[in-house]
């Protein structure tokens, strides 16, 4: 099976660009739509018209663009999806051939964390196309001057502001790039604690690379680098 969708980015939330308004988030573990159903890849998927107290009407509130239901971890799990950020296309593709990858983990709720270093120092980070900023825990930065400061909002954590620090990441073996992090709130910070991983990889990350999610495991495909 083999699917490319549109996408935009909107206020840098990922959306596919059809007549359903998904926004495309892999920290969520589940999907809904204010329709019940989603429509993908020729079939159609029965999902609830919210997420615990996460409505069609407060996301689109909250993020400032139409956005009628999530696409979570329940789908994307079972089905491997290339992003191709740069020319504003995914790809569901479930016989697409796999290069290299990052050392990556099944957490709960089938959400995916990644393996890299961050300022030289080895750290676990949850895979979140839903977050426009990447996160790392305050000891990471610790030593380093912040170069920005954002406010941000998290369905489940609400509104916060963060202080942002360049780090540089390194990942397999001989690749490194820089990377913005904020500094989570005090309530991500302890989810990100009872998750034992310290940070999350926003879609900031996806910006950069052609990236494939398959089976729990985060792949640069052939000439994704």
Partial sequence: MFTEYKIQLEHDHLIIDDHQGILIDTGSPTSFHDTGRIELCGDSFSVPKSMLNVTSESLTTEVGCDIHGILGMDFISKHPILFELRNNFIFVDDDAYYYSHLPSYKLPYNLVCVE????????????????????????????????????????????????????????????????????????????????????????????????QLRNSVLYFPPQGI
């Avoid at 009872?194 to 926003?202: A, D, E, F, R, S």
């Fill in 116 to 211: 890299m270093n961050v300022n030289g120092k080895p750290v676990r980070l949850i895979v979140d196309t839903g977050a426009k900023i990447s996160y790392i825990e305050a000891s990471i930065v610790e030593d380093l001057d912040s170069v920005d400061t954002k406010q941000d909002f998290s369905p489940i954590f609400g509104h916060f502001g963060t202080t942002i620090y360049e780090c540089n990441v390194q990942f397999l073996e001989n690749r490194s790039n820089t990377l913005k992090f904020g500094v989570p709130p005090l309530l991500l910070s302890k989810f990100m604690a009872t998750m034992n991983v310290q940070g999350i990889l926003g879609l900031d990350f996806f910006r950069l690379y052609r990236l």
